[in-house]
């Protein structure tokens, strides 16, 4: 009997166990601790499992856990709360605002820091505009994001590059572009256009050299502004730093993400040119009618041919996100992979990038961990074939066409772009000497069709780094990186095409391998010594070898066109092969210290020692000092606790930074190959500059940080002095030299300026937050002197200008004063170029005053910086929406509107702007329009093509819905970019990157919807 009471006993207790360990349904209600208010969305996981779900609309969840679970709840704006499951089957829980969320720790320059401890200009993007600003690239995600960072694009073209500026431009010929550091590697955009030894691809655009970067692998982005952030960089922090941390696993969570987005493009805007008739009844009233019209034949084609209609179109886009994170109490992994694929507007263009990258980091023993991160990137773009520029007076570049787009503008409307039978139509009458041979012309639509004008960039970025805790505080670090880069540039114009008219097809392939290899050794030691002292040091050493060959070949006059590109031994003629190396390495010593006094005084001092072989010998070494300070008002006795303003900094920082992005080997002569009546020679490229040195930088700062209303308020401004000298300037060799410029460092300029950024969260309850976040800046540039040179002209007809007292990319012109009436005296208007204008010409002010209008009565008519720039984004999060808008623009920049200029002018060959309709006559006495047969009195530009480019712009607007699915989480979006533009501009796009409009790939109004799915 004791043995089968003892054997029962064994079965309860088994029964009892299994009971405990049984897994059992637990649920609740989680809420806001402040008033009580559901949440819903939050994410309750229970910890070491797959096992999560999401609250409903009221808050409520059901879960299955066993007693010995761990329940960690979460949600946006909130402190994490986590407790064991016990006995109990109903959890409530009540989650804290999270006041700092974010904002605590910042990445810097080789480490991390608390944002109460930095002395320096950092700005972070914030984590609403990286969560809903879906972008295709990394620049895009900068657009309107923060204070004193202007980001322009070059082009509308699918994955075409932009220009970004922190804090206005330093240098003339140097670089202007901030130094990247993505994951610790130092990435410097560099150019994708292969095309070396001049424009041989004929290529308008060029790859976006960090369209490889996906932009849903970011977790946060750092802007270092002044000296005190950047000079850690030495040489490569003159033009700003931005920092991008990519995201990793965590540990003892798996997740996998799914992104998808679906859309379509449509040109944000026409040009309005005339019709058929409009443009018709001009070319027998005034220009001899060489294409034999008849009022009947305008009669019966109405309107005409809309050639820009012919060539623009619909794009579609796709894009999808995969990723795989996780790990365990040692490892932590993540993998992802990303397709996108943009057709443009204009027919035949269009970009596609494949992306996969792995991220893992193991502890490997206890105090020693090793990492890696990995991404492969491949990018492709169909751009636009593009016109030599202007030699001599017959170059296309001449008439204003620069591209195949602009030669479909410039099509007369009566010409047909189809014959009847459905071919392509090649006869123009109207077509000048330009795209015409033996009776037959070029048709532009056929061009974008058949003509070969790809770029193909195959990019590996990684870093494998290693870590050793030596003892607490002190960390050694090593890391090993490469950023690599394969691209090809493929162009062909048939025979039937503008460009391969005259020479029967013609075709060329450029090949450039860039690779640059990267070495850190860093010691950092840290320590707090009791409530008072605060340490940390970093030094150490970093090396960078940084090497680029290229290699171009040509032909023309093919004798079979099918294979284009392919076969370029099928051209008869061959033209000499242009290849090439380049290389320079990098040393350099850094040195940081950060030093906290009472929580409340904070010092940075930094050095940097880089010595580059970019230099001539004996100038390659450069020094790069700087000190901030920081004064954490708030923690002071003094100061007020029961107060609005809850929190005050003051910053204040100097030092010097260098610029070294200029081409390689500069301080040398160098001699390349050419041929001359069939036979090699060689001829100087490079003067060279024994004495070539730094450029360097010298900047002040000064910032105040605070905040109120318990920092539901924030405010952020600085202002700032940057004076650069010893610039690396190209200007005029010497008659005699062989050459026509040499590199020397020679002149100075300034950038002064002022920013303010704004955060405020206008309503954080558990069922509405509503957050603000606004910026603006001016900045100031000033060339202060250029050695002794002055009005330094470049551009197709000088239109641009360096003058000392002048900002960079000053427009340099004629004044225009209106047009000539019937009822003035001429005898008192100035000549123009010594001829007497007549009524219906145009006038121009005499500057000089000699009765003569000529090149010496130009004058600065703007430039292309803005007085402000500015950026404005909200988000809104309602129960389970979300809505984030973002607006962008900018005030007093100015554009030369080139392509207007040209479509403008009255001719016989090609089809002009609609504004030309509204000419002067005697009966319509117009002060705007001259008369049509006045054409352009001077080659020099007016003030009338020197447009205002300010715009304000709708950049992206986000709606989208979350909810629960089958224990995923589900996000429904709908978004639109660039929906709406306001601007005097007349042109395409008021963001012309270099300021000189020629006619760059138009704008699009992008509408997209997707869904985002995590697991």
């Not at 994955?159 to 202007?176: E, L, M, W, Y």
């Not at 492969?376 to 773009?381: D, L, N, R």
């Not at 020397?744 to 920013?755: F, K, L, S, Y």
Request: charged share 20%; aromatic share 10%.
């Amino acid at each position: 009997m004791t043995l089968k009471i003892k054997g029962y006993g064994w079965m309860v207790a088994l029964l009892l166990i299994a009971g405990n360990s049984a897994m059992a349904q637990v649920r609740g209600i989680v809420s806001d601790a402040l008033d009580g208010a559901p949440l819903p969305g939050a994410t309750v996981h229970v910890k070491g499992t797959q096992t999560l779900v999401i609250t409903d609309g009221n808050g409520h969840y059901e879960v299955p856990a066993s007693k010995n679970d761990t329940l960690a709840v979460s949600f946006l704006g909130f402190l994490t709360w986590e407790a064991p499951v016990g006995e109990r089957s109903t959890i409530d829980i009540s989650l804290q605002e999270n006041r700092q969320e974010l904002g605590e720790i910042v990445v810097i320059g080789y480490g991390v820091q608390r944002r109460k401890e930095l002395t320096g200009a950092i700005s972070t993007v914030s984590k609403a505009h990286l969560e809903y600003n879906v972008a295709p690239s990394v620049d895009a995600l900068l657009s309107g994001a923060v204070a004193g960072v202007s980001v322009t694009q070059s082009s509308g073209q699918p994955g075409a590059p932009s220009s970004i500026r922190v804090r206005g431009g330093n240098s003339i010929h140097a670089s202007n572009e901030p130094l990247y550091v993505i994951d610790g590697v130092i990435v410097y955009p560099r150019s994708t256009d292969a095309g070396t030894g001049g424009n041989e691809t004929a290529i308008e655009s060029s790859i976006n050299p960090m369209a490889s970067i996906n932009p849903a692998d970011i977790e946060s982005i750092s802007i270092l502004k002044d000296v005190s952030a950047t000079a850690i960089f030495g040489s490569r922090g003159a033009n700003g730093v931005i920092i991008i941390s990519t995201k990793k696993g965590e540990r003892n969570k798996g997740v996998i993400r799914y992104t998808a987005t679906s859309g379509w493009s449509a040109p944000a805007k026409r040009l309005k040119l005339m019709t058929a008739q409009e443009w018709g009844r001009l070319q027998m009233e005034s220009f001899g009618n060489k294409g034999n019209l008849t009022g009947e034949y305008l009669a019966r084609i109405g309107k005409g041919y809309d050639w820009q209609e012919a060539v623009l179109q619909t794009g579609f886009s796709q894009n999808h996100t995969l990723s795989v994170s996780g790990g365990d109490e040692k490892t932590k992994y993540l993998l992802s992979g990303n397709f996108i694929d943009q057709s443009g507007i204009i027919v035949h263009s269009g970009f596609r990038r494949y992306n996969v990258r792995i991220s893992m980091d193991r502890e490997v023993l206890k105090n020693l961990t090793v990492g890696a991160t990995a991404t492969f990137g491949k990018s492709s773009q169909n751009s636009l074939t593009t016109s030599t520029e202007v030699i001599y007076n017959s170059s296309p570049f001449g008439d204003g066409i620069t591209n195949s787009l602009t030669y479909a503008l410039f099509m007369p409307p009566t010409v047909p772009v189809y014959n009847p039978d459905g071919s392509y139509n090649f006869q123009n009458p109207w077509e000048s000497s330009h795209f015409s041979l033996n009776g037959r012309q070029a048709n532009p639509l056929y061009d974008l069709q058949n003509s070969v004008a790809e770029s193909v960039n195959n990019s590996l970025l990684a870093n494998f780094y290693t870590r050793y805790s030596v003892f607490n505080g002190l960390v050694a670090k090593v890391t090993l990186s490469t950023d690599q880069s394969a691209i090809t540039q493929n162009f062909f114009a048939p025979s039937t095409s503008a460009l391969g008219l005259n020479e029967v097809g013609v075709g060329s392939v450029g090949k450039k391998q860039h690779e640059i290899w990267q070495t850190d050794a860093t010691i950092d030691y840290s320590n707090r010594f009791s409530d008072t002292h605060f340490i940390n040091l970093m030094s150490g050493y970093t090396y960078q070898n940084v090497s680029e060959s290229y290699a171009v070949n040509r032909a023309s006059h093919f004798l079979n066109e099918e294979l284009k590109h392919n076969k370029l031994s099928f051209g008869e003629v061959q033209s000499l092969p242009v290849n090439g190396i380049l290389g320079s390495t990098l040393h350099s010593l850094i040195a940081r210290l950060n030093y906290t006094l009472l929580d409340r005084y904070n010092l940075t001092a930094t050095f940097r020692s880089d010595y580059s072989d970019r230099f001539a010998e004996g100038k390659r070494w450069g020094y790069f000092p700087s000190a901030g300070f920081s004064w954490n008002i708030d923690r002071e006795k003094f100061f007020p606790e029961q107060s609005a303003l809850n929190a005050l900094k003051l910053r204040l920082s100097a030092g010097t930074v260098g610029n070294t992005e200029i081409g390689d080997y500069l301080f040398k002569q160098i001699y390349n190959p050419q041929m001359y009546n069939g036979k090699p020679v060689f001829v100087m490229e490079n003067l060279g500059n024994p004495n070539l040195t730094w450029e360097t930088t010298t900047q002040y700062n000064a910032g105040i940080d605070a905040g109120l209303l318990d920092d539901r308020l924030n405010f952020v401004a600085d202002v700032y002095y940057k004076d650069t000298h010893d610039l690396l300037l190209e200007k005029p060799a010497s008659l005699g030299s062989g050459v026509e410029k040499q590199m020397v460092n020679i002149g100075n300029v300034t950038n002064r300026g002022i920013e303010f950024g704004v955060n405020a969260v206008l309503a954080g309850s558990s069922r509405l937050n509503w957050t603000v976040s606004a910026n603006i800046a001016r900045n100031i540039n000033t060339v202060t002197d250029l050695g002794g040179d002055n009005n330094l002209l470049s551009g197709q007809y000088g239109e641009q200008i360096l003058k000392t007292g002048e900002a960079f990319g000053s427009f340099y012109g004629l004044l225009f004063d209106g047009i000539v009436q019937a009822n003035e005296d001429v005898s008192l208007l100035p000549a123009v170029r010594g001829v007497t204008p007549n009524p219906g010409d145009v006038k121009f002010v005499d500057v000089d005053k000699n009765g003569n209008i000529d090149p010496n009565d130009r004058i600065v008519l703007g430039s292309i910086q803005p007085d402000v720039t500015f950026g404005l984004s909200s988000t809104v999060v309602y129960r389970q929406f979300d809505f984030f808008a973002l607006f962008q623009g900018s005030q007093g920049n100015k554009a030369v509107n080139s392509l207007r200029r040209y479509l403008e002018r009255a001719g016989s060959s090609y089809n002009m702007s609609a504004r030309l309709l509204d000419a002067w006559t005697p009966e319509n006495p117009s002060n705007e329009v001259p008369r049509i047969s006045a054409g352009l009195p001077m080659k020099e530009i007016d003030s009338r093509y020197v447009e205002d480019a300010s715009y304000f712009r709708l950049k992206n607007i986000t709606l989208g819905y979350r909810l629960q699915l089958a224990g995923c989480r589900l996000r429904i979006f709908a978004m639109a970019q660039n929906l709406f533009t306001l601007t005097k501009y007349r042109g395409y796009d008021p963001e012309v990157a270099n300021g000189v409009d020629i006619g760059a790939y138009p704008t699009a109004k992008t509408f997209s919807i997707g869904i985002d799915l995590t697991i």
